[in-house]
């Protein structure tokens, strides 16, 4: 079975640092380019951060400085080390694995599949 699984998540205060880990299984994913989203609710699922086969590496502004993402090809796994947390980092983080041709990072529909998600909760 091909599946992400995440893992990491937690509630922590603002300015902590949290590290996600997203592990593959089922084939190698060291082709593909990988992103991290969150979703907070009530929000449309956003991209935090992506990386390509190559390992360059992408973020919005909103988590730029903060968020480093970063794979393991040898062990299947991308990671995302967050640090000076906000609340508005709240939301539950995904790790996609995007379509291999797709145009945009951006969009969830430019990713083949997807982790169940894990929780992050950011207090002030």
């Known amino acids: 079975q091909v599946q992400l699984v995440e893992s990491g998540g937690g509630l922590v205060q603002a300015g902590d640092s949290l590290r996600l880990s997203c592990a593959a299984s089922g084939r190698t994913f060291s082709s593909n380019a990988m992103g991290w989203f969150r979703q907070a609710p009530g929000k449309q699922r956003e991209l935090v951060a992506h990386?390509?086969?190559?390992?360059?590496?992408h973020y919005p502004d909103s988590v730029k400085g903060r968020f480093t993402i970063s794979r393991d090809n040898a062990k299947n796994t991308v990671y995302l080390q967050m640090n000076s947390l906000k609340p508005e980092d709240t939301g539950v983080y995904y790790c996609a694995a995007r379509r291999i041709g797709s145009v945009t990072a951006y969009a969830p529909s430019a990713y083949a599949l997807w982790g169940q998600g894990t929780q992050v909760t950011v207090s002030s």
């Open positions: 990386i390509t086969s190559g390992g360059s590496t």
